[in-house]
Each structure stands twice: as structure tokens, then as C-alpha cells.
């Protein structure tokens, strides 16, 4: 059973910066894809960004395409978002995944999810 961990959200400025992480036990990097998804209120959960077990191949959401950028930490056995350039819309709860990816960006390809860090961007 793979557990997922997320940490780093908080309330920050339009404009500032932050980096969440999932720290996954087992061998979630070894053995999946993994991803950030976020879910506003209201709205439905929506993809923000993916990588490729193999490679590192990453891929994101035009919204934050420039702005966000994932990296792994094979050391650490996790996965971090660093977020830049924040606007009030990336408000939401933000939770990371891990599972075959296929496709990236549709929740139901992810079987293992973290319960989520709540990420609060003021205007």
C-alpha cells in the first residue's frame, strides 16, 4: 500500500512563491508516474502536473505551464511543486498521486492519493 504525504501549503501573496512536497512511502517512485492535481471550491479537480517514472518526463496544465515546475527527490523518496508567480485562481487544495498516468490528465488513471495541503493565494 503506497501512502502519500503532502506538505508546504499555506497563505501567501499574489506574486510569492511556494514549494509543496509528497513524501510517498513504499515504492511509490519507483514503480509510478506521479502527479499533482487541485481542487478549488465549487470546481471540479483539475491536473496541474505530471512525471514520468522513467525519465522525468513532465508535463503540465497550460494554466500553470511556466510558472510551476515539478521535481523528483529519489533520496528523499519524493516529489516537490515548486510554485512561482502565484495568482488568487491557483487557490485550492492541492493533493499528489501516483499510479500508471494513463492518461496524465484524468484523475481516475491515479490509484494512490495524499489527503491534500491547502494552498490560499491573496490578491
Known amino acids: 500500500q503506497e501512502e502519500l504525504v503532502e506538505s508546504g501549503g499555506g497563505l501567501v501573496r499574489a506574486g510569492d512563491s511556494l514549494t509543496l512536497s509528497c513524501a510517498a512511502s513504499g515504492g511509490a517512485l519507483r514503480t509510478h508516474a506521479m502527479a499533482w492535481f487541485r481542487q478549488a471550491p465549487g470546481k471540479e479537480r483539475e491536473f496541474v502536473g505530471s512525471i514520468t517514472r522513467i525519465g522525468s518526463f513532465t508535463l503540465y496544465n497550460d494554466s500553470v505551464k511556466g510558472r510551476f515546475t515539478i521535481q523528483r527527490d529519489d533520496e528523499q523518496k519524493a516529489i516537490h511543486l515548486l510554485m512561482s508567480s502565484l495568482k488568487p485562481d491557483d487557490t485550492a487544495i492541492y493533493s499528489c498521486?501516483?499510479?500508471?498516468?494513463?492518461?496524465?490528465?484524468?484523475?481516475?488513471?491515479?490509484?494512490?492519493w495524499g489527503q491534500g495541503t491547502q494552498v490560499t493565494v491573496s490578491s
Open positions: 498521486a501516483a499510479g500508471s498516468g494513463v492518461p496524465m490528465t484524468d484523475p481516475t488513471s491515479w490509484a494512490y
